[in-house]
């Protein structure tokens, strides 16, 4: 199911409350909670063969913001402000836009980056 996940969104950074999936949100956080336990020195559920493969998918071991929770707010902002040009000081989103900028150029240079070809898609629309 996680795979799927990230099939579908490009990152496995499932939200607890996952509507469509609510089983697969409480298994991430209870995942997470075993990592912890871990890194706390406490006994713990999880192996290290377990971690190694879900590190390989590119499990996020913890929260953050998504690219598509960052994505929808830049589409938010284009529908107020007309446009996508979002200044680098402003809140929450200025940092973003400038590092998805970053990482399509370093694509288009040939170099290594984090945007898969979905969200240079997505930005692209």
């Known amino acids: 199911e996680l795979r799927q996940f990230r099939a579908e969104y ?3 950074l499932v939200p607890e409350s996952y509507e469509r999936n609510p089983r697969l949100g409480a298994w991430v956080k209870a995942i997470r909670a075993e990592y912890a336990k871990l890194r706390n020195g406490q006994a713990s559920d999880l ?3 377990q971690i190694a493969r879900l590190e390989r998918i590119g499990f996020s071991w913890e929260e953050r913001t998504s690219w598509r929770d960052h994505f929808k707010t830049l589409c938010q902002y284009k529908e107020v402000e007309g446009h996508c ?8 989103l200025g940092n973003w836009v400038a590092q998805q900028r970053r990482e399509k150029k370093a694509l288009k240079e040939g170099k290594a980056s984090l945007l898969s070809r979905n969200q240079i898609i997505k930005l692209e629309s």
């Open 47 to 49: 192996t290290q063969e």
């Open 10 to 12: 490009d990152d496995c």
């Open 85 to 92: 040009d979002v200044p680098r000081d402003y809140p929450f």
